[in-house]
């Protein structure tokens, strides 16, 4: 609606109208679940190599997690430029940057990320250098770590958004990360039969058991005292609650991605079964996309003006 138009200039002023219904979409999610992957993978093999640097299955992992990390964060790109508005104006980000901005702070880290992990497979497959990998892998995980954070910075700018929050959402981003990264070493590990030790793939379980374990907590606490926070933050959560249109799709992520891992690692630790161990990781990676996205959808869906 246009509110003024000055003729000299031809520039129009509107009104700032609140949007209405779903703003981000499953766009969205996909970005979220593939940036967890990416970072996460790079975070797992960082973690094998100073704890378990004597496990040999170990070192063949450092092409396998460049591919997997190029592949995940390129999804997370393209689902990035996918959900823009103006996605053939995306390069105005690295031309006219706005530094206040998490969006230019986070393309910026992404792609420089992007230029890590690809040197890492350069290093691990071309050059077939383990030592100057392992350098530049050093770096990597460094640099994982915000780009695997920042989603949390934008959605806590967010007005009127309560359930988004720091620090909360950034301890969930990181989470999700060591939950998807474990969960990807250990289907990698089962699909092609690299055989890592059982001290390894003990370890990989453990964090998995761990983060899905932190994560239903900290998601139980949101559900259950989320309302304190706010009147607006008991509206959104009844889309959870009782007979709420997302309370099926929230307790379907809160089972498959934490519930069930949980439960399956603690028996396959007990009694040594790496199939269990298996479901638990397909589990978590299938729950977590659930889980991240009706948490993504259920505050819009109150309408901001």
């Known amino acids: 609606m246009v509110h003024e138009a000055v003729a000299a200039t031809h520039a129009v002023v509107t009104l700032d109208v609140g949007l209405p219904g779903i703003v981000w979409p499953w766009f969205v999610t996909m970005n979220m679940w593939a940036k967890s992957i990416g970072t996460g993978v790079i975070f797992m ?3 094998l190599q100073k704890r378990h640097g004597d496990d040999p299955a170990v070192a063949t992992l450092r092409f396998p997690v460049a591919a997997l990390s190029i592949v995940f964060i390129t999804i997370f790109l393209l689902f990035t430029l996918a959900d823009l508005h103006q996605p053939f104006r995306m390069w105005h980000i690295f031309f006219y940057p706005h530094w206040t901005s998490p969006i230019t702070i986070g393309a910026i880290m992404a792609s420089v990320f992007m230029g890590l992990i690809s040197g890492l497979a350069f290093f691990s497959l ?9 350098k530049l892998l050093l ?3 460094i640099l994982a770590i915000p780009v695997t954070l920042y989603t949390a910075a934008l959605l806590s700018m967010c007005t009127a958004r309560e359930l988004w929050q720091m620090p909360t959402e950034t301890v969930q981003m990181m989470l999700a990360a060591l939950l998807a990264g474990s969960a990807t070493i250990i289907l990698y590990d089962a699909v092609t ?3 890592m030790k059982e001290e390894s793939i003990r370890s990989m ?3 998995l058991g761990l983060a899905a374990a932190t994560s239903f907590i900290i998601y139980m606490s949101e559900f259950i005292f989320g309302p304190m926070k706010a009147e607006e933050v008991t509206v959104i959560l009844e889309a959870v609650k009782g ?7 929230f307790w379907v992520g809160q089972v498959f991605a934490y519930i069930v891992p949980m439960a399956l690692v603690l028996l396959s630790i007990v009694n ?6 298996k479901l638990a990781a397909l589990s978590a990676v299938v ?3 659930v889980v991240k996205h009706v948490w993504l959808i259920i505050p819009q869906l109150l309408p901001m003006s």
């Open 45 to 47: 093999l960082f973690y």
């Open 205 to 207: 379980a453990i964090i």
């Open 139 to 141: 770096w990597t995980m």
């Open 193 to 195: 039969g690299s055989k």
């Open 272 to 277: 040594r079964s790496n199939g269990l161990l």
């Open 126 to 134: 071309i050059k077939k250098d383990d030592a100057a990998y392992d």
């Open 243 to 249: 007979h709420g249109e997302y309370a099926t799709m």
């Open 287 to 289: 729950g977590l996309w």
